[in-house]
């Protein structure tokens, strides 16, 4: 009887209504279980991020000393990166026409010439041996926007046919507004933009030294570069402007193009050109 009543007691008891949380109620208890969870997480990583800052701090430590102690390197470098005193090593044994062999030593760009072939122009010249380190490379690779130089300082006038036929040769070999290594075509591989650059510049700079360049090359590979100024920095071959700082010296040389650029325009110093000069300065520097 005495269970009898109290289930009936319970039952009597009016039941209660199951209301469902509203979005107010959901995103609280969401926001409990992701914090709790955050925090878990976090106690599982911080022995892991603690030791590897551990691990890591002896190791720049090392890489400081190791530095000061470089042989070649006697103060801080201001740039990074910079040639490794300690890398490995490249060996040319026929460096092109020359006639030479050339060690590619440490620090890197070092070149040591392994040996000279006989009959060869480096060997008429009489003044190259094995061991020799090469200390400067001149020849023919920057003698356009040179000869325009010198015709802009002196007056010469003897040299604007010269320069007259280097434009008119290298526009045998453009195409796509741009050139491949030693302003040549080279249609199997593409174009080179570390040579190509140089070739916008001294098209502007002979068209400012008065001489008749051709105009649909003038604008097409004006044009084609162009396009990279503040953008990014200048690409390896005909693509997109590229990310980064390491460009291999292309914007710097893209620099030198707008600056031509902005003397052959009637705006000058407020040109278009003169901040795209601006910008690849800053850019490659």
Known sequence: MARQRARKTANDQPRRRHVRPGNDTLKNKSKLYMNSKLANTLKMKMPVVLVLALAVTPNLWAAAKTQGSDPYYT??????????SRGSTWKVPH??????????VNPNFTMKISGIEDGSPAAKTGKLKKGQIIESVNGQGYKGPGLCEYYLRTGDKSVLPL????????????F???????GKAGFSYGQLNAAGVHCVTFLLMAKYCGVDVDDYMLQTSLRQFFRFSG????????SFPENGYRDNGKTGGLAFAMAAAALLTPDGENSVYAKARDNCAMKSF
């Open 163 to 174: 320069i007259k036929q280097m434009t008119d040769e290298i526009r045998e070999y453009m």
């Open 176 to 182: 796509n507004g741009g050139w491949s290594g030693r």
């Open 231 to 238: 953008r990014g920095t200048v690409p390896y071959g005909d």
């Open 95 to 104: 460096f092109g026409p020359v006639g030479i062999g050339i060690d590619l």
């Open 75 to 84: 103060e801080s470098s201001l740039f990074f990166p910079k040639p490794d």
